[in-house]
């Protein structure tokens, strides 16, 4: 009657429904806040948030899409605040996606000859070098690379044209491929690299 | 299809996001193409490592991180439960005390609108219809008003006569009593909208006191110029005007029938 009222019944169900996708939602949390209390709290937040509009989210739909969506919406109007990161998204909207395709590419591709990375490259190099990308393109690169989700589905979480998705992920994948190729290139780059991979590894360490 | 157009659409082939048409194109391309074979090969691998490195070392929920969380839905759910019920629980007890607080007033208000009224209309001392006593008003009465008018008596006071008159558009039986003082008694039918029980009550207006009570569903009003404690000797059990109706009921006045009275 007054819209909060839950039975236990619909909690179970939203239970049910959240269990198989939270450590999806945890791993893609550290991926975008890249701090482990801050990833939690994120989580936390999604799932309330999620709980609290169960009653609008259609069942029978993409519940996985649904509430990576409100971790995505969560995520941009509270943590990305504090993070203090410039977002490419108004510049990369300004522009056709088209035209920043291809001139992405061709600068991109310039500086950057294709080669083989490793076979077997260090799983916590390509957490790191994630964890370096700015954020408009880490979105798109743990959804599509980490979550597997099809573009249709990033670009209803991000709210985006699936272009834009297409576009972002082609560079996101190859400022990642670039940055591990350098880390493979000079193995002690400490210093040198934009995020702090002592600290990562004491993180790992206590996961 | 050239090289060029294959860089717009790598990525989505490779995602096998491609519709069929596009993806054979490329397919296409690729059977021709050495550099581009070799490129996408390339792109493969290296995708599929990333992949694969990410995958090995996706982290997973810590169990306590898990535990608080469904503690903290379950206790979100107990609260929300617990709030609406609270909501409720306050609104319904909202719109009872104003229901109740509101008729309550309401009737009040009523009370004091017929006190207004009847202390004016005694005031311009209207002519009597019957000059009679106690005995013969309430006989002239009868059939007149569509409820039963008892003629009391009061001590030191005689019944002067009656006429009909309407208090508030609602149709009074006003019987003018002759005594050290002058007092009006109005008698209506009630349909519970004024605020009277057996106890009399006092009021004032237009610098008479009025004191009501209700006998059933008649209520009297008797409208004086006589001090409150006159008053009180008159009409046994009357409370102040500000005290709530409190101890002894039934006023002691003999409010029968002038017929059965010795």
């Known amino acids: 009657m007054f819209g909060f009222s839950r039975s236990n019944q619909q909690r179970s169900q939203f239970e049910a429904q959240l269990k198989p996708w939270l450590d999806g939602l945890y791993a893609s949390a550290l991926r975008l806040t890249r701090n482990e209390r801050n990833a939690e709290d994120l989580v936390q937040d999604t799932v309330m948030r ?25 995520f941009i109007n509270g943590y990305r605040r504090n993070t203090r990161e410039r977002s490419l998204q108004d510049e990369s909207e300004r522009q056709s996606v088209e035209a920043r395709f291809f001139s992405a590419d061709q600068t991109e591709q310039a500086q950057n000859p294709e080669e083989y990375l490793l076979e077997r490259v260090m799983s916590e190099d390509v957490l790191a070098a994630i964890d370096a990308l700015s954020i408009d393109f880490r979105m798109v690169v743990i959804l599509a690379d980490l979550q597997e989700f099809s573009y249709k589905e990033i670009a209803d979480i991000l709210d985006v044209p699936v272009g834009t998705v297409m576009s972002r992920l082609f560079r ?5 491929q670039k940055i591990l190729m350098e880390k493979e290139a000079a193995p002690a780059p400490m210093g040198r690299e934009p995020v702090d991979l002592n600290a990562f590894r004491e993180r790992k360490k206590l996961a | ?11 989505a082939y490779l995602d096998g996001e491609l519709i069929a048409e596009a993806s ?19 792109e493969r691998h290296n995708l599929n490592a990333i992949r ?11 169990e306590h991180f898990k535990a608080r969380l469904f503690e903290n839905l379950r206790r979100d759910g107990d609260q929300q439960r617990r709030a609406s019920m609270r909501r409720f629980a306050a609104l319904a007890a909202g719109v009872t005390v104003a229901l109740v607080v509101g008729h309550q007033s309401y009737r ?8 207004q009224d009847a202390a004016f209309r005694h005031a311009r001392q209207l002519p009597l219809e019957i000059t009679q006593g106690n005995e013969g008003v309430q006989q002239w009465f009868g059939g007149k008003v569509d409820y039963r008018v008892n003629v009391p008596s009061f001590p030191n006071a005689k019944c002067a006569g009656g006429r009909l008159l309407n208090v508030r558009d609602k149709q009074a039986a006003y019987i003018r009593y002759d005594g050290a003082r002058p007092m009006g ?18 009021g004032n207006s237009h610098g008479y006191n009025v004191v009501s009570w209700r ?5 009297y009003q008797l409208v004086s110029d006589l001090n409150e404690d006159d008053i009180r000797e008159l009409v046994p059990g009357t409370n102040a005007p500000t005290t709530a109706p409190v101890g002894s009921g039934t006023p002691q006045l003999d409010v029968r029938p002038a017929s059965l009275k010795q």
């Open chain 1, 50 to 74: 999620a709980w609290r509009f169960f009653d609008r989210f259609e069942q029978g739909t993409n519940f996985r899409a649904w509430i990576f969506k409100i971790l995505t919406n969560t």
């Open chain 1, 172 to 176: 996101g994948r190859k400022q990642l």
């Open chain 2, 1 to 11: 299809m050239t090289c060029r157009d294959l860089d717009t659409q790598l990525t």
């Open chain 2, 24 to 42: 054979l194109s490329v397919e296409n391309h690729l059977a021709s193409c050495e550099d581009c074979r070799r490129r996408v090969e390339i």
């Open chain 2, 52 to 62: 694969q490195a990410a995958k090995a070392a996706a982290p997973v929920a810590p």
């Open chain 2, 108 to 115: 009040s208000y009523q009370r004091r609108l017929y006190e």
């Open chain 2, 185 to 202: 008694l109005f008698v209506y039918g009630d349909d519970g909208d004024v605020d009277v029980g057996a106890e009399p009550a006092m």
């Open chain 2, 215 to 219: 006998e059933g569903d008649v209520v």
